[in-house]
């Protein structure tokens, strides 16, 4: 590289100041596209098991990681890759369009709403209302609320669990089929690179379950590995904003967002931290730049045809191999870019060899439960309420109607009612008209 461009660079993104060079920004780039890469195979069969169109949706996806990681690095410098997450892609392929039969387009509206609104509360600073107005325990149980549901559908998506039709229940499925049997090498295989830290294990997981589904029956081979990107038209300015306007889309609004607005805010502290970026306090300074960034990427996203985005989690792969700096992410953003070429082949992998990731990302999610205070049921009722609610109606959105209102109910009963946020009483309204109108009506 010439000198003077390698000297420009490493000034723009200020290299020097946070004691890193040229080469490790591009190696932790890398890196953090090895970890985060299983998501190009993950997000679009999510939401293709939604009726959307599968290439349209794989080349949204990395479009959108492409474009918001770029802008991350950029504007921010911080080494954060930013693109559609699984808890997004679940609510909008699983939950709205397949059990509770929401158009698409009207979840990529839903999705939208949720990005302007956060767009607004950055811009306007009142982040902190937010934070402050959604008790902790919904905050705690939320992760493990939609983790325990995505490892569920990644169980359902391997054949490892299925319905009784006698009973209505769960049952364990036949771990003879060869989905099953796929979904566990790939699931070993992640496993075990996991445990050794080794970055893309949950890619290596998802491969080695698709070389294991050819001789199964389960792989179809591509007509070709590399073809021209396939276009985004079908998917692109499809969404249906009107239509997210009803009392039933407001769970999942709340959904999108709160999911979108509490993962930016702990992945921006927590690997900014790792990152040494972070102040003594453990802020991270300007973090209003990182937070823009999101919710323009969240706005973006459904525009394009993929729920709203936010700042990947495995940003910290590419932080533990030295990424200081924004120029990781755009590092990282070329390689997602490059991976366009490759559709055909991303979309020959079956969703068997895919559950290993979701079951492992479900299972990951679990860990913020541990934080909820058990001195007294009112503390842990709420949290309980929405795991439970979500597994039992098999709809995230049912699942956060039930923690608001228990949680209103319980400080209530409590003598706790000046305590409640006043915006909390008013959202538990029209929430308790849905649970027990709107839910009611789809059984």
């Known amino acids: 590289m010439n000198g003077r461009l390698a000297g420009a660079i490493a000034r723009r993104f200020d290299l020097a100041a946070r004691g890193s060079t040229i080469p490790r920004e591009l190696l932790a780039g890398v890196t953090s596209f090895l970890a985060a890469a299983y998501l190009v195979v993950v997000i679009p069969s999510l939401l293709a098991g939604g009726g959307m169109d599968h290439g349209a949706v794989t080349a949204a996806t990395i479009l959108v990681i492409a474009v918001g990681s770029v802008a991350m690095g950029l504007y921010a410098n911080l080494p954060f890759i930013v693109g559609p997450g699984i808890g997004g892609s679940v609510i909008l392929g ?27 509360l ?3 600073g009142a982040r902190g209302i937010v934070v402050r107005m959604v008790p902790p325990q919904i905050k705690l149980g939320l992760g493990a609320s939609i983790g325990l549901f995505i490892a569920m559908v990644g169980c359902r998506d391997a054949g490892m669990v299925a319905i009784n ?10 771990f003879s089929r060869p989905g ?8 070993a295989v992640a496993v075990a690179l996991q445990v050794r830290r080794v970055p893309g294990a949950l890619l290596a997981g998802i491969v080695a379950a698709t070389l294991v589904g050819i001789p199964l029956g389960l792989t179809g081979l591509p007509p070709a590995v590399i073809a021209m990107p396939a276009s985004v038209a079908p998917v692109s300015l499809a969404l249906d904003v009107p239509g997210a306007i009803t009392l039933v889309a407001l769970p999942y609004l709340f959904a999108f967002f709160v999911a979108e607005f509490f993962s930016t805010l702990g992945t921006t502290l927590a690997v900014g931290g790792k990152a040494g970026l972070t ?11 990182p937070f823009l960034v999101d919710a323009l990427t969240a706005t973006f996203g459904p525009l394009v045809g993929v729920p709203a985005g936010t700042a990947l989690v495995e940003s910290a792969a590419g932080v533990q191999a030295g990424g200081r700096s924004g120029l990781t992410a755009i590092a990282a953003a070329a390689c997602f870019a490059a991976t366009l070429a490759l ?13 290993s990731a979701l079951i492992l990302t479900g299972i990951s999610m679990l860990a913020s439960i541990r934080h909820l205070p058990g001195d007294e049921p009112a503390d842990l009722l709420p949290a309980m309420a929405m795991i439970l609610m979500t597994l039992i109606s098999n709809s995230f959105g049912t699942g956060i109607a039930a923690g608001i209102l228990v949680h209103v109910a319980v400080q209530i009963l409590a003598g706790r009612i000046r305590q409640l946020p006043i915006g909390l009483i008013l959202l538990a309204i029209p929430l308790g008209i849905f649970f027990f109108y709107g839910a009611a009506t789809r059984h």
């Open 165 to 174: 039709a006698k009973s209505n229940a769960l049952a364990l499925g036949d």
């Open 343 to 355: 559709t055909p082949l991303a979309m020959a992998i079956p969703k068997q060899a895919t559950a």
């Open 180 to 187: 099953v049997i796929a979904a566990l090498v790939g699931l």
């Open 94 to 120: 699983v939950t709205l369009a397949q059990v509770d039969h929401v158009p698409w387009q009207i979840g990529l509206g839903i999705a939208f709403l949720s990005g302007i609104a956060f767009v607004i």
């Open 122 to 124: 950055t811009l306007t």
């Open 279 to 289: 102040d003594a306090d453990g802020n991270l300074p300007r973090i209003e730049r």
